[in-house]
């Protein structure tokens, strides 16, 4: 095959969770391949992050053509002359100008002829895509055969009208017709790890810290200082939402208390993941309740991942509504799924029926769901999380290998060749 140039845009270091082995791929295979990559830190919708070349020294199949992106406006004039394929992650989400600006680029770079790939992340982005967006792609890439089963239930329960939603569902299927489920590069390499080292030489329980914003629920409940102030707060503030749940549910310093006792009780150190845009004030004020914290402003996401990295050492691993249950999976670890009570998403701009109904299918909790998957994720409610960690071992959960491999085909698209080959199959196609 003739050397081609594959151009893939990142915003920020992150999105190598996604591209990152598709990069090197495309480099083993000969290809030419430019990183457009945000110089200022203006166009990361999680805040600035400033690039340079030095972000990407970490490539092993070849050199880089490394392109500063300074004004968003100017994206088709970078681009185009260089690049016989575009890659970028997903799709641009939210509502601001800089987005519209976005949208406005690729437009400009899809008349210009220049076929455009999207990858979409391991965390089910397509499901709040509206259809049409998926007609920016000349090809999508989707993470596995439940992405695509739950957004057309999505689309289809948020469609009202009987005799649209008979023309909606041809449409879908032919939309996603042009639609191939890879899995993700990132859960390549957790696959790696799965299974590397026997159960007994794991030493640690990995607790992914909950986000500190978004839903009244962590306000009121799971981060609250005093029981009576939340109360107060409820009533005046949220109408009296979770007023019950204030008295009888724990917060996040009582299930911390426990949670550290159970890790003595079993011999086993307690780390806390969390990230950079999460409130870790609790744990930083509580550091007797953990062994350590990796607040994830030093992560690395390519070649090597932090969180991947935790989980080889990890006997289990503890999730409160957060896709890290995924993660813990496929790397082979035993998860333990602590329901929050939260049923929208409730945060602008997303507060959406789409958005909605999202919450509602992919982050159910019925039986055999992505959160509640016998022999894999062990669900209980938040509720009666401290029970649980009073009564149980860590013995009590292990993990099936068999249901495992039904999980991870199935929720994360793995099968017998790395989703990187497979999306560079893709661009291939192209070139």
């Known amino acids: 095959m003739k050397k081609k140039r594959v151009s893939f845009i990142i915003y920020r270091l992150a999105f190598l969770k996604t591209l990152g082995a598709v990069i090197d791929e495309c480099l083993s295979r000969g290809h030419y391949v430019n990183i457009i990559y945000d110089a200022v830190g203006k166009y990361s919708k999680s805040g600035k992050t400033e690039l340079d070349q030095s972000s990407f020294s970490i490539f092993k199949y070849g050199n880089l053509n490394l392109i500063?992106?300074?004004?968003?406006?100017?994206?088709?004039?970078?681009?185009c002359p260089i690049t016989d394929v575009l890659v970028h992650q997903g799709f641009p989400l939210g509502y601001n100008?800089?987005?519209?600006?976005?949208?406005?680029?690729?437009?400009?770079?899809?008349k210009k002829g220049v076929p455009q790939v999207g990858i979409m992340s391991h965390f089910y982005d397509n499901c709040i895509l509206e259809l049409e967006n998926y007609e920016?792609?000349?090809?999508?890439?989707?993470?596995?055969?439940?992405s695509l089963e739950a957004h057309q239930r999505i689309l289809l329960n948020t469609c009202s009208d009987k005799n649209e939603r008979v023309y909606l569902k041809e449409k879908?299927?032919?939309?996603?017709?042009?639609?191939?489920?890879?899995?993700?590069?990132?859960f390549d390499y957790f696959n790696t790890i799965y299974n590397c080292s026997p159960l007994r030489s794991k030493?640690?329980?990995?607790?992914?810290?909950?986000?500190?914003?978004?839903?009244?629920?962590?306000?009121?409940v799971l981060y609250r200082k005093s029981k009576y102030y939340s109360f107060i707060k409820s009533i005046l503030f949220y109408n009296g939402m979770y007023r019950k749940q204030i008295f009888h549910e724990p917060s996040l310093v009582n299930f911390l208390k426990i949670l550290y006792k159970f890790s003595i009780n079993n011999n086993l150190d307690l780390i806390i993941k969390s990230r950079p845009k999460h409130k870790n004030d609790i744990f930083n004020k509580h550091k007797s309740y953990y062994t350590q914290m990796i607040d994830g402003s030093d992560d690395s996401f390519y070649p090597n991942y932090t969180t991947a990295d935790l989980l080889q050492n990890a006997r289990l691993a503890i999730n409160t509504r957060t896709f890290s249950v995924l993660e813990a999976v496929v790397a082979g670890v035993p998860a333990i799924y602590f329901q929050?009570?939260?049923?929208?998403?409730?945060?602008?701009?997303?507060?959406?029926?789409?958005?909605?109904?999202?919450v509602k299918i992919v982050r159910s909790s019925s039986d055999n769901s992505l959160f509640n998957y016998t022999g894999c994720v062990w669900k209980y409610s938040w509720k009666e999380s401290i029970n649980i960690l009073?009564?149980?071992?860590?013995?009590?959960?292990?993990?099936?290998?068999?249901?495992?491999?039904?999980?991870?085909?199935?929720?994360c698209g793995i099968d017998e060749r790395p989703a990187a080959q497979k999306q560079a199959d893709l661009i291939d196609e192209f070139l």
């Open 390 to 411: 009073n009564n149980l071992k860590v013995n009590d959960f292990i993990q099936d290998p068999n249901r495992r491999k039904e999980y991870v085909k199935y929720y």
């Open 97 to 110: 100008q800089n987005t519209i600006q976005e949208i406005d680029q690729y437009k400009i770079i899809k």
């Open 68 to 79: 500063p992106l300074i004004d968003i406006n100017n994206l088709h004039e970078l681009i």
């Open 172 to 186: 879908i299927q032919k939309v996603f017709s042009n639609v191939k489920i890879t899995g993700s590069a990132l």
């Open 136 to 146: 920016f792609f000349d090809k999508t890439c989707v993470l596995s055969k439940f």
């Open 340 to 358: 929050i009570p939260i049923t929208s998403k409730n945060n602008a701009p997303f507060d959406t029926e789409l958005m909605n109904e999202y």
């Open 203 to 220: 030493k640690n329980i990995v607790f992914f810290a909950p986000k500190g914003f978004g839903h009244p629920f962590y306000d009121l």
